[in-house]
């Protein structure tokens, strides 16, 4: 919810809430899915609530196991040139330490 509670724009919000994938063995408990959805459904901002009809989470994957599934993903990212500028060298993690993750991350980093 937290993600999802940052973004300004009504309509990302409504895809968000309409695009959630359970990913990792958790995932394969058949129960998780129905489960969060009601959770997620019952803590809507009363802000969204006219605007958010339903909130789905998918527990299947097409084409893959859910468990290699945030493999997958990490590997496709990695091959993307728009993170070509984030990649933390050995020599710069020996001289900054924790510092060029605040300066190079995709993340905020405490």
Same mark, same amino acid.
């Given at each position: @919810?937290?993600?999802? &509670? &940052? %973004?300004?724009?009504?309509?990302? =919000?409504?895809? @968000?809430?309409?695009? *959630? ?5 958790? &995932?394969?408990?058949?129960?998780? +899915? ?12 009363? =802000?969204?609530?006219?605007? *958010?009809?339903? =909130? =789905?989470?998918?527990?299947? &994957?097409?084409? @893959?196991?859910? !468990?290699?599934? !945030?493999?997958?993903?990490? +590997? ?9 500028? %984030?990649? *933390? ?10 510092? %060029? ?8 980093? @405490?």
């Amino acid at each position: @919810m937290l993600s999802i &509670s &940052s %973004v300004q724009l009504p309509k990302l =919000v409504q895809k @968000m809430f309409q695009a *959630i994938l359970l990913t990792g063995n958790g &995932s394969r408990y058949r129960e998780l +899915a129905p489960l969060l959805r009601q959770r997620l459904h019952s803590r809507i901002p009363f =802000v969204w609530s006219r605007l *958010i009809e339903d =909130v =789905v989470v998918e527990h299947d &994957s097409k084409d @893959m196991d859910p !468990a290699h599934l !945030a493999w997958k993903g990490g +590997a496709v990212l990695a091959q993307l040139p728009s993170v070509e500028g %984030v990649w *933390i060298e050995r020599k710069e993690w020996e001289v900054k330490g924790t510092r %060029v993750l605040r300066e190079k991350g995709l993340f905020q980093w @405490m």
